[in-house]
């Protein structure tokens, strides 16, 4: 990334409290130059700006950080072209992260990017979900699964909830109306019945461009109250 790019990266990264590994700023500087070369022969993304790039797709991608153990596994529902799987491993480089999403060309991107930055400890697999062969073989499997801008919450309740270990937390990344989504009739009976509840909700500004997000955190149904901030 260009120089003022950087800055606005690292300023909008601890804006949000997370702190990135020394190395990762030439990863980031690959993932932009690759997402955008690779953008001008078919379509990753409809954000093409560098500066746009920077803000609604990594530092979008970041805001989850803090909120994940070291260590953890992780399940991206829908990665796309790498958002936030490959964000989250380049931030974290820790986690054990599965990026599920049902396009090969965006599949391809990602394993193109993990073999120019030699990550380890993930994988890609292509699917839609529900898909019984993947359930199958990664059914109760992750810490974490995660998905960004999915369409309905209770859908991707109900696709991620086999996925994850019994003390396993299940995180939509929504925009400023997550939280009116979530307590909405339907979200609720969907909660219900999967036996889980809205742990916690966190809202946030996205640096630089002043839009609302929201992190919505659902996890096993036991009693306790759910935080939000």
Not at 85 to 93: A, N, Q, T, W, Y
Not at 163 to 183: D, P
């Amino acid at each position: 990334m260009e120089k003022n790019l950087t800055s606005v990266f690292l300023e909008g990264a601890r804006a949000l409290g997370v702190e990135l590994p020394p190395d990762s700023l030439e990863a980031f500087h690959v993932f932009m130059e690759e997402l955008m070369r690779w953008n001008r022969k078919m379509n990753l993304t409809s954000i093409r700006d560098p500066l746009e790039i920077v803000v609604k797709h990594f530092l979008d991608s970041l805001a989850v950080v803090p909120y994940l153990s070291a260590g953890g596994s992780l399940l991206d529902v829908g990665s796309g072209a790498g958002f936030p799987s490959l964000v989250l491993k380049i931030s974290h480089p820790s986690l054990k992260v599965t990026s599920i999403d049902s396009s090969g060309k965006k599949l391809s991107f990602q394993r193109h990017l993990i073999r120019q930055l030699d990550l380890k400890g993930i994988d890609t697999v292509q699917a839609s979900l529900p898909n019984a062969q993947v359930l199958e073989r990664l059914g109760r499997s992750f810490d974490y699964a995660i998905s960004r801008a999915f369409g309905s919450l209770g859908a991707l309740l109900r696709i991620a909830s086999p996925f994850i270990k019994k003390t396993g937390i299940i995180i939509a990344m929504k925009g400023k109306m997550g939280l009116k989504e979530a307590v909405k009739g339907d979200t609720k009976r969907t909660v219900i019945a999967l036996d889980m509840r809205l742990q916690k909700a966190v809202k946030f500004t996205l640096p630089f461009v002043d839009a609302s997000r929201t992190l919505l955190f659902f996890a096993g149904g036991e009693s306790g109250s759910m935080d939000s901030r």
